[in-house]
């Protein structure tokens, strides 16, 4: 408690406003913290380094909101952090579909590091830190790449799946050792022989090469399993 009065004191000297209002502002502060994982006292410490350096208090709750995710993805200082994604260009949080949320922190790309998950519209974002910048390491592009992962064998695994027609569904499975190391990828689906027959027989591939029924099967139950869908 001594520590949020004393992040009201220096917010308050930071603003010249009244304690109620500077009490309001750190009370938002603190629902953002939850969200993240953090503190109270640390994102009112990044709001009042961006207010002392004239930042109107708009501008302020923007930057702290990108400089604290940025920390959150890795070992960023909030206060160094610089960032080519900006976190307040997304809907967050707001309760619509195509909103955002705070979502996991999972080795996405198989390097010992955690990367942070946006959850959102199909399967959301995935972001990576390399450099002290944060990058877009995947992203759910509509009902045809809907993002999720998958640990399969041992690794984690992208996957994007398609199913938007009847009779068609199709899954590209992506396995990094860093982010910039694609080092295997499987594609696998199921579509109708004639697709003006939506009762007909269908055919399954896995990697271009048909395969039966029962073989895919087996293939889809292990994966689907495993997945982890992260739409929000």
């Given amino acids: 408690m001594q520590e949020i009065d004393k992040s009201i004191v220096d917010l308050q000297m930071a603003t010249g406003d009244s304690?109620?209002?500077?009490?309001?502002?750190?009370?938002?502060?603190?629902?953002?913290?939850?969200?993240?994982?953090?503190?109270?006292?640390?994102?009112?410490?990044?709001?009042?380094?961006?207010?002392?350096?004239?930042?109107?208090?708009?501008?302020?709750?923007?930057?702290?909101?990108?400089?604290?995710?940025?920390?959150?993805?890795?070992?960023?200082?909030?206060?160094?952090?610089t960032s080519a994604l900006y976190i307040t260009d997304l809907d967050m949080d707001s309760g619509e579909w195509d909103s955002y949320s705070i979502g996991e922190r999972v080795d996405l790309d198989n390097d010992g590091e955690n990367e942070l998950i946006i959850c959102g519209p199909y399967g959301g974002i995935?972001?990576?830190?390399?450099?002290?910048?944060?990058?877009?390491?995947?992203?759910?592009?509509?009902?045809?790449?809907?993002?999720?992962?998958?640990?399969?064998?041992?690794?984690?695994?992208?996957?994007?799946?398609?199913?938007?027609?009847?009779?068609?569904e199709a899954y590209h499975m992506e396995k990094f050792e860093g982010a910039d190391n694609l080092v295997a990828e499987m594609n696998f689906h199921e579509e109708l022989v004639d697709e003006d027959n939506v009762e007909g027989e269908e055919k399954y591939t896995l990697n271009g090469t048909e395969i039966s029924y029962d073989e895919y099967f087996e293939l889809c139950s292990r994966i689907f399993a495993a997945e982890v869908t992260t739409t929000k």
């Fill in 19 to 81: 304690y109620t209002n500077v009490r309001k502002l750190v009370s938002g502060y603190n629902d953002f913290a939850k969200q993240l994982g953090a503190t109270t006292t640390e994102v009112s410490m990044g709001a009042s380094d961006w207010l002392r350096q004239g930042k109107s208090i708009a501008d302020t709750n923007k930057l702290v909101q990108d400089s604290m995710v940025l920390s959150k993805v890795a070992n960023i200082s909030s206060e160094d952090s």
């Fill in 126 to 168: 995935y972001l990576d830190a390399r450099n002290n910048k944060v990058y877009e390491f995947a992203v759910g592009e509509g009902d045809a790449l809907v993002l999720s992962y998958v640990v399969y064998n041992g690794s984690t695994w992208i996957m994007y799946s398609s199913r938007m027609h009847t009779g068609y």
